[in-house]
């Protein structure tokens, strides 16, 4: 079933894709989303080809789909909210809040959230998009940007790719690091032994991670760190860390049991988030408070004369890039 068929009629040689984002005014990716979908037609035949070259007088014509959209659950939570305006949302994720629905998650999710804001992006092809750009796992807590329409979503998922978005976490580990800065660059993919692990795979993904020593505890038993990705895979902080035999504490996974271990939390925060704000193309930097659970935590193990100075983001960004990454 379709909603409409719109007709446009070429005055000049070319490209489909280029033709169809100067007459709908949508970005490239959206176009090609269309196409390879059988929604257009040139002249009467269907095309899946975004690079096809047009001639003047030829008819383009798009059945746009039908969108589709699902109830949101709903919610009895709130997510701090860091900064807002017409093309983005920051916001401050909590621990144990899901990003994205799926058949195994019962409980509501961050987009669940998101609905209930108003923000849905639809889209031509026909999917309801929620402006995530990049996730943060379940148990992780932290910065994350939103995009809140279609131009916001691409220009944030080409930072995403090409780097120019960057976040620092922060991490208490045991036992401490040896090394005052420790590169990571090792190849993650799906765990042969347990099909909810990420681990270190020749076969994987490339994979690299920076990590920088902050303050040992009270005991010297662990450490606070500071955590830079140059990539996103999953679980790419933990299997890392796990690479030397390190872990995050109240991490279940990958670290100690439950049953040795009664946090309520793991013990990982994604601190600060840095990119291009898409419409005024000036930097934008935000830093997600710790929260009340890891506060606590750091005040009860660490010194806290100490802590809030070398948690400084500036001065966490100056650790990395005076280093040769």
């Given at each position: 079933m379709t909603q409409e068929e719109t007709i446009f009629t070429t005055e000049e040689a070319i490209r489909l894709d280029v033709f169809l984002t100067q007459q709908l005014a949508q970005t490239r990716?959206?176009?090609?989303?269309?196409?390879?979908?059988n929604c257009v037609t040139v002249d009467g035949k269907a095309t899946a080809k975004s690079g096809l070259k047009l001639k003047p007088d030829q008819k383009v014509a798009i059945r746009f789909p039908e969108q589709k959209s699902t109830p949101a659950?709903?919610?009895?939570?709130?997510?701090?909210?860091?900064?807002?305006?017409?093309?983005?949302l920051v916001i401050n994720k909590p621990s144990s809040l899901t990003v994205h629905p799926a058949p195994s998650v019962k409980e509501p999710t961050l987009v669940d959230w998101l609905k209930h804001k108003g923000i849905a992006l639809s889209t031509l092809s026909g999917e309801e998009r929620h402006g995530i750009v990049h996730r943060l796992d379940r148990g992780t807590s932290g910065a994350m940007v939103i995009a809140k329409n279609n131009e916001a979503h691409e220009a944030l998922?080409?930072?995403?790719?090409?780097?120019?978005?960057?976040?620092?976490?922060?991490?208490?580990?045991?036992?401490?690091?040896?090394?005052?800065?420790?590169?990571?660059?090792?190849?993650?993919?799906?765990s042969a032994h347990n099909?909810?692990?990420?681990?270190?795979?020749?076969?994987?993904?490339?994979?690299?991670?920076?990590?920088?020593?902050?303050?040992?505890?009270?005991?010297?038993?662990?450490?606070?760190?500071a955590c830079k990705l140059f990539t996103g895979r999953t679980h790419q902080?933990?299997?890392?860390?796990?690479?030397?035999?390190?872990?995050?504490?109240?991490?279940?996974?990958?670290?100690t049991s439950a049953k040795s271990d009664k946090m309520e939390r793991i013990m990982l925060h994604a601190y600060?988030?840095?990119?291009?704000?898409?419409?005024?193309?000036?930097?934008?930097?935000?830093?997600?408070?710790?929260?009340?659970?890891?506060?606590?935590?750091l005040q009860k193990h660490f010194d806290p004369k100490e802590l809030h100075a070398l948690i400084d983001p500036v001065r966490i960004e100056h650790l990395f890039s005076s280093e040769s990454l």
């Open positions: 990716n959206q176009i090609a989303q269309l196409i390879e979908q659950q709903e919610i009895d939570f709130e997510v701090e909210i860091l900064f807002e305006d017409e093309d983005i998922s080409l930072q995403l790719q090409d780097k120019s978005m960057g976040r620092y976490y922060l991490a208490v580990i045991t036992p401490p690091l040896k090394e005052n800065i420790t590169m990571i660059d090792r190849p993650i993919g799906r099909r909810l692990k990420m681990s270190i795979n020749e076969n994987g993904k490339n994979a690299k991670t920076a990590f920088a020593k902050l303050l040992s505890s009270h005991d010297e038993t662990e450490e606070l760190i902080i933990r299997v890392h860390l796990e690479s030397i035999s390190r872990h995050i504490m109240g991490d279940h996974l990958y670290g600060n988030l840095y990119f291009t704000h898409p419409t005024t193309q000036k930097r934008v930097n935000f830093t997600a408070p710790l929260g009340n659970v890891v506060e606590d935590y």
